[in-house]
């Protein structure tokens, strides 16, 4: 698991899921069943759901994150959102370069990197979602997709700004079809990314970096996965909907102490 230079934490992606009624049941069922948690939790619902999940969740430890944003303050960009709107409505995290936005949506590495910086500006906290597909890890591309990713979304990053992003490692064939990594395969790719980090950042700032696994994270296997030693949470989708799976995954099972 993670050192106690990084706290733990644990992400929920509600993607186009949910109306403003399940939204207030979901988040209320987290809220009140929410005891001693070691994690740092975050729920990301739809732009419609965000400023109805600030709400319901003042004074609860459980932030608001977006699922994506738009790099410029203000003006005529039509259906757009920017970081500083989502500050003003009570966000404090979000989600950037999701595969399913690279995807569906053409995100580039360097939109991915513009939007990087106006998230840091504001003073949200940005995810930045990185992985494979299946053709590129069959095709022993793994590393080097990673790397590309990574080192695009970073251009131009400050040392100094390092700690205050998280990076997502979704491999692309793990999210929604209950294919999940093995921890040895998530962990072996978020040393590979936190090796990256170092190179682009410096390896002091890389250690602070925290690193989530995404992709088909269940209460079942989500302790075997926080087992390991780079995997500093999880970026869970299709169970943080539901109330009693993705409580179980918030309350994952440290691992003793090793000696
Ligand atoms: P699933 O947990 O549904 O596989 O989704 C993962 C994901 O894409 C989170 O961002």
Redesign the pocket.
Known sequence: MTTALRRPLIAG?WKMNLDLRAARNLLRALRENLSDVAAEVAVCPPFTLLAAAAEELKGAPIRVGAQDLFWEKTGAYTGEVSAEQLVDIGCSVV?IG???RRRCFGETDDTVARKLKSALRAGLMPVV?VGETLEEREGQKTYRVLQTQLKGALSGLAPAEAGKIVV?Y?PVW????GKTATPTQAQDAHLFIRKTLATVLGSEASMAVRILY????KPDNADALMAQPDIDGA?????SLKPVSFLRIIHFQAPAEAG
């Open positions: 992606n989600l999701h595969s399913e979602c997502a979704e793990a999210i929604g079809t995404g992709g088909s994270v970026l869970v989708g299709g169970e």
